[in-house]
Nanobody
Framework: QVQFVESGGGLVQPGGSLRLSCAAS????????VGWFRQAPGKEREGVSCSSASDGSTFSVDSVKGRFTVSRDNAKNTVYLEMNNLKPEDTAVYYCAADLMRRRCAGMGPRHNYNYWGKGTLVTVTS
C-alpha cells in the first residue's frame, strides 16, 4: 500500500519544540519533492515546507521561516519537520504528501501535484 504515515505531534507550550516524522511506504520518496501541510480548525489546508528530492534544497513559507526546518533521510524513506519556537497559531493537523510532478521545490507548488497523503498528526500549542 502506497502511503505516508506522520508521527511526532503532541501538546506543547508556546516557545517549545517538536519534531514530526513522515515515513513513506510502498514507494521511494527519493524521486519526489515532499511537502508538509497543515490544517487548523475551521481553516483551509495550507502549505508549510517542502523538501527537494536530491539536491538538499528546501522551501518554507514566511510564517514559519526561521522556526521550522524540513529535512529528509532517503535511506530511511522519511522526511522530517523540526519545529522550534512554536506559537499557538501553529496549532493544526500536520500532513505530508509527495509532489509527483517535481523533484525540486520552487515554492510549495500546486496542491493538485501532491499525492499519497497521510492521515496527519495533531500539533497543539497552548499554555
Amino acid at each position: 500500500q502506497v502511503q505516508f504515515v506522520e508521527s511526532g505531534g503532541g501538546l506543547v507550550q508556546p516557545g517549545g519544540s517538536l519534531r514530526l516524522s513522515c515515513a513513506a511506504s510502498g514507494f521511494f520518496l527519493n524521486d519526489y519533492a515532499v511537502g508538509w501541510f497543515r490544517q487548523a480548525p475551521g481553516k483551509e489546508r495550507e502549505g508549510v515546507s517542502c523538501s527537494s528530492a536530491s539536491d538538499g534544497s528546501t522551501f518554507s513559507v514566511d510564517s514559519v521561516k526561521g522556526r521550522f526546518t524540513v529535512s529528509r533521510d532517503n535511506a530511511k524513506n522519511t522526511v522530517y519537520l523540526e519545529m522550534n519556537n512554536l506559537k499557538p497559531e501553529d496549532t493544526a493537523v500536520y500532513y505530508c504528501a509527495a509532489d509527483l510532478m517535481r523533484r525540486r521545490c520552487a515554492g510549495m507548488g500546486p496542491r493538485h501535484n501532491y499525492n499519497y497523503w497521510g492521515k496527519g498528526t495533531l500539533v497543539t500549542v497552548t499554555s
